[in-house]
């Protein structure tokens, strides 16, 4: 689950990363509100405006302004509010932004150049192993470092069982070319972090830039946060962070279904019971000529309710242009999975697309048989080679 920056540095924070200081406002009105507030608090002089959106690369799409008065934050705002940002991970569709973070100036002058760096901790799967990544030339693209000048992207490995040891994050802030205070700072805020990474059961931390203040603190500019969703149920008050307003509504809509469903760009939909079938019939389709619609795991005991959610999904999704239903029955029964197939059928009334039943396992024949005296649109297959024929005939 991604969340917003704002929600992302409250985050932080809680665990004694030093951030950048900022408050949320939804209309121009608040935002000036925000804006003295925490001038009262901070002392800040000007503010940047930023919009909230899931999605990096605002600074470049506009979404990232800064404001020198109180009324200046006025009028960025309501630029921004309401404004459909464009970025290089939005898409071309842009998104609708309906709220900024109000955020104190940390790039004032001082005694000492401000510098941007990037880090991020991550897991790395094939070692096992959380991952700190981080570099001097932050701020930008990294994934245009990463691409052009892979060396100056540095990696600490951390053993999750002994946890981060003194002498990595020292090592980190030599790598990045520190010393004095910004040294200190710098292994104070890499051990703050790794702490927020693993006690939130995040899947990734990325701040990008953190910042050295011209006064030599070290800073929390950015802040994306993918929460993992199997760790939420741990987590009620990082679970209430859901914005759904950033979310695909078909999967949002799956979701309230306990559906495992995951939108793709096919033409082919599916809905099968487990993932590992799911991933196979999604080849299998593939390898018809077809290409998959969609991800949806319907689990263990697929009845009519499950069955004619699932089918509503795949039907919203004008792409489609077969479904196939393919239903190991194990623990819940084929002919069952079958009655919920023609139930769900009459239940959404004229279906115009053609759907292929494939039921193996408990009672498949009597689960074919209902599907054959149905009458409807539906044909049934058993075994898998039956069922990607009929997908071959009807995509090509
Ligand atoms: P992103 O573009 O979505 O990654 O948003 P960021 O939060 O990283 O901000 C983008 C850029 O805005 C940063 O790289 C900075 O250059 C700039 N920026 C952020 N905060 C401040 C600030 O307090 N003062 C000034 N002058 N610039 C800022
Ligand atoms: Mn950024």
């Known amino acids: ?33 925000a804006a003295q507030k925490l001038k009262d608090e901070t002392g800040t002089g000007w503010w940047v405006v930023k919009a909230q959106i899931h999605a990096g690369g605002r600074g470049k799409g506009g979404g990232v302004k800064l404001a020198k008065t109180l009324t200046e934050v006025k009028e960025r705002a309501s630029d921004i509010i309401g404004m459909n940002l464009i970025t290089h991970q939005t898409g071309p569709e842009g998104k609708l932004v309906s709220k900024v973070l109000i955020a104190q100036d940390v790039y004032y002058p001082g005694e000492s150049e401000t510098s941007e760096y990037y880090m991020s ?83 990734m931390f990325e701040i990008n830039p953190v910042l050295k203040t011209s006064d030599n ?47 793709l760009d096919g033409n082919v939909g599916c809905m099968v019971n487990g993932a590992g079938l799911a991933m196979a019939t999604m080849d299998i389709i593939k390898l018809s000529g077809g290409e998959p619609a969609n991800f949806l795991d319907v689990g263990g005991g697929a009845n009519a309710a499950t069955v004619e959610a699932g ?43 053609p759907i292929i039943v494939r039921l193996q396992g408990t009672n498949a024949e009597g689960g074919k048989k209902i599907i054959d005296e149905s009458g409807l649109k539906v044909f049934s297959a058993i075994t898998l080679k039956e069922a990607s024929d009929l997908v071959q005939q009807i995509v090509n």
């Open 1 to 33: 689950m991604n969340i917003h920056e704002y929600q992302g540095k409250e985050i932080l924070k809680s665990f004694g990363v030093a951030i950048q200081e900022g408050i949320v406002a939804e209309t121009p009105e608040k935002a000036i509100d």
């Open 121 to 203: 901790v991550l897991l790395n799967r094939e070692t096992g192993k959380n991952i700190i990544m981080y570099s001097t030339e932050g701020g930008m693209d990294i994934e245009d470092v990463a691409e052009k000048t892979p060396h100056l992207i540095h990696k600490e490995e951390v053993d999750p069982g002994v946890g981060l040891q003194g002498f990595q994050a020292r090592k980190i802030a030599f790598n990045l070319g520190l010393s004095g205070k910004a040294f200190k700072e710098m292994t104070k805020f890499v051990s703050a972090l790794y702490k927020a990474y693993v006690s939130t059961d995040s899947s």
């Open 217 to 263: 603190k070290i800073l929390a500019v950015d802040a994306k946060v993918n929460l993992d969703d199997n760790a939420l149920f741990r987590h009620s008050n990082y679970a209430a962070m859901r914005d759904l307003s950033e979310e695909d509504p078909a999967e949002t809509e799956a979701a309230k279904s306990n559906l495992n469903f995951v939108k």
């Open 311 to 353: 089918l509503k999904i795949i039907l919203n999704d004008q792409n489609v242009k077969a479904i196939l239903i393919n239903i190991f029955g194990g623990i819940v029964r084929c002919d069952r999975v079958a009655n919920g197939v023609v139930e769900a059928y009459k239940n959404i009334g004229e279906i115009k697309i």
